[in-house]
């Protein structure tokens, strides 16, 4: 199901905080994927993350708002069939992780992203710049994550947005605001925010990205819903804070 990578660049990776891998899935797994998706989508097959769940900018107002149903996120990704249980651990995967993780071995954390992002146009939300890790617990903010385009993404259809470097900065608290997203009123965030960059991505492209790497997106303005799987990884030695949210289920081995 997964292409060999060509020519990979853990410094790249080190320098900027993200890479794209082009064509890293087979058409006729992304065909797999995608379907077991729409079927989960109707009838929904929670559990799901609802667009009023977040309160974002452009998100319905309630469930009771004319799209108030409009899901998110289909959650425990890993869980939803053998096809995703195959691309979270795909051996090429843990491969191209291991290079990126100075070394290490990769495990797959099913408490965050685990998830496949359905954005849906009419009323999906924008989502502010933050960094992941802003809610993950770990001995080390060094995590990874895979967002695996199951069809094409554009600016049109709310692709994702990356500030390259990002991941390096260490920002003085007042940059963000209360729910940690970039404060865009302040100078110098407007300057950070004007060297983004569009990850454009084709079905079967994937985006490795750092969990401090500051990303946001924007609504789906097209006329179909936007598909993405999207799992996290960490090194073996880099372990969840007992107790919280990031320990919650155990991680897997990739
Ligand atoms: O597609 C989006 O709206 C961005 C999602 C995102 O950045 C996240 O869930 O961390």
């Known amino acids: 199901m997964v292409n060999a990578i060509q020519e990979l660049s853990p410094d790249t990776f080190q320098r900027d905080g993200y890479l794209v891998v082009r064509g890293l899935v087979d058409r006729a797994s992304v065909g797999e994927m995608r379907e ?8 929904l097959q929670g559990p799901a993350e609802f667009e009023t769940d977040v309160g974002y900018p452009g998100s319905p107002a309630s469930r009771d708002a004319a799209g108030g149903n409009t899901p998110r996120r289909l959650l425990h990704a890993y869980s939803r069939g053998p096809i995703f249980h195959r691309w979270a651990t795909a051996p090429e995967l843990a491969t191209t992780l291991r290079s990126v993780m100075r070394g290490e071995r990769a495990e797959m954390s099913q408490c965050h992203h685990n998830c496949v992002m359905t954005k849906h146009p009419g009323f999906s939300s924008e989502t502010a710049w933050h960094q992941d890790i ?5 001995d080390a903010p060094e995590l990874v994550s895979v967002w695996l385009a199951l069809g094409a993404e554009r600016e049109e259809n709310g692709a994702l947005r990356v500030i390259p470097g990002s991941h390096r900065l260490h920002l003085d608290r007042g940059r963000l605001d ?32 750092h969990c401090r790497l500051f990303h946001a997106a924007g609504k789906n303005r097209s006329g179909e819903v936007k598909l993405s799987a999207v799992f996290t990884y960490h090194a073996r030695n880099n372990r969840p804070i007992p107790g919280t949210r990031s320990d919650r289920y155990p991680s897997v081995p990739v």
């Open 36 to 43: 077991t998706v729409l079927r989960a989508l109707d009838p």
């Open 178 to 209: 209360r729910h940690l997203f970039l404060r865009p009123e302040l100078d110098e965030n407007r300057k950070l925010i004007d060297t983004a960059a569009l990850v454009e991505l084709e079905a079967g492209d994937a985006l490795f990205f």
């Open 134 to 138: 802003r809610y993950w617990s770990f």
